[in-house]
């Protein structure tokens, strides 16, 4: 059974910075790609950034704010967001699905792990 633990969200302001962290247990972590979605109050689950072994892939909507990292060691994969905007607000969720090349990261139905997410509230 794989376990999937996202942490990290909370209340900011707009232009601040947060880190979310997704740590997983129960495979081979490295060997999955990981995926961050996100939903907000209304709309429907969007995918914002994903990783393979060496490469990541991002939603247009935040490229250049955000950075997806892993550390395999730590079984752990990080969601770096900068310059955060009220429209960034949603709960972000992760996601492991066995690796099948960066084309697939955005796909949802593509992920076999799921975490509960984590709230994320940017203040204008």
């Known amino acids: 059974q794989v376990h999937v633990v996202e942490s990290g969200g909370g209340l900011v302001q707009a232009g601040d910075s947060l880190r979310l962290s997704c740590a997983a247990s129960?495979?081979?972590?490295?060997?999955?790609?990981m995926g961050w979605f996100r939903q907000a109050p209304g709309k429907e689950r969007e995918f914002v950034a994903g990783?393979?072994?060496?490469?990541?892939l991002y939603a247009d909507s935040v490229k250049g704010r955000f950075t997806i990292s892993r550390d395999n060691a730590k079984n752990t994969v990080y969601l770096q967001m900068n310059s955060l905007k009220p429209e960034d607000t949603a709960v972000y969720y992760c996601?492991?699905?066995?690796?099948?090349?960066?084309?697939?990261?955005?796909?949802?139905?593509?992920?076999?792990?799921w975490g509960q997410g984590t709230q994320v509230t940017v203040s204008s």
């Open positions: 129960g495979r081979t972590f490295s060997t999955y790609a």
């Open positions: 990783i393979t072994y060496g490469n990541t």
């Open positions: 996601a492991l699905q066995e690796p099948s090349g960066t084309y697939y990261l955005r796909f949802e139905a593509r992920y076999d792990y």
